[in-house]
C-alpha cells in the first residue's frame, strides 16, 4: 500500500522532529539518484536534501506567517524562486507544472490554504550536496 499520509499533519511540511543527516548517497552504479523519507516529505538527490514546506495558515511557521503574502505565492510559483527572487524551488514542489495554472486559480489556492487548520511546524532549511545547511 506505501506510505500513508498523517491527515491530522496535512500540508504541514516535513516533521521538525524528523532528523535527516546528510544527503542520500546512491551505491556506485545504481541507477537510483533520488531517494525520500517514510512520509514522502524528505527529498535527496543531486540538489542536496529538501523538504516539504509547511503550507498551513500558522502565524508562526506557516504560508500565512506575515512574511508571504499572495502576490509572493503566485510569483514564487511563476519564478520556481522561493519568495520569487531567493533559493531555486526544491522538489518535492511540483511548481513548474503549477506555473502553467491561471492567476485566478493560484490565487484560489492561496485562498484555500488560508483555510485549512492551522500546524504549528518549523521546517529544516534544506541542506546542500555538501551536507552544510543553507542559510
Not at 1 to 16: K, N, Q, T, V
Not at 98 to 126: C, F, Q
Amino acid at each position: 500500500m506505501g506510505p500513508e499520509p498523517d491527515m491530522a499533519r496535512s500540508l504541514s511540511g516535513h516533521p521538525e522532529d524528523a532528523a535527516i543527516a546528510a544527503p542520500f548517497k546512491p551505491a556506485t552504479g545504481s541507477p537510483w539518484t533520488v531517494a525520500t523519507n517514510d512520509n514522502l516529505t524528505a527529498w535527496s538527490g543531486p540538489w542536496g536534501v529538501s523538504f516539504a514546506a509547511n503550507l498551513t495558515p500558522d502565524t508562526n511557521t506557516g504560508l500565512h506567517s506575515g512574511v508571504w503574502t499572495e502576490e509572493l505565492f503566485v510569483k514564487a510559483i511563476r519564478t520556481g524562486k522561493h519568495m520569487g527572487t531567493a533559493r531555486d524551488i526544491l522538489p518535492p514542489m511540483p511548481w513548474p507544472a503549477m506555473a502553467r495554472l491561471s492567476d485566478e486559480e493560484l490565487k484560489a489556492i492561496w485562498a484555500y490554504l488560508g483555510t485549512i487548520p492551522p500546524i504549528t511546524n518549523h521546517v529544516p532549511e534544506p541542506i546542500p550536496p555538501t551536507g552544510t545547511p543553507a542559510k
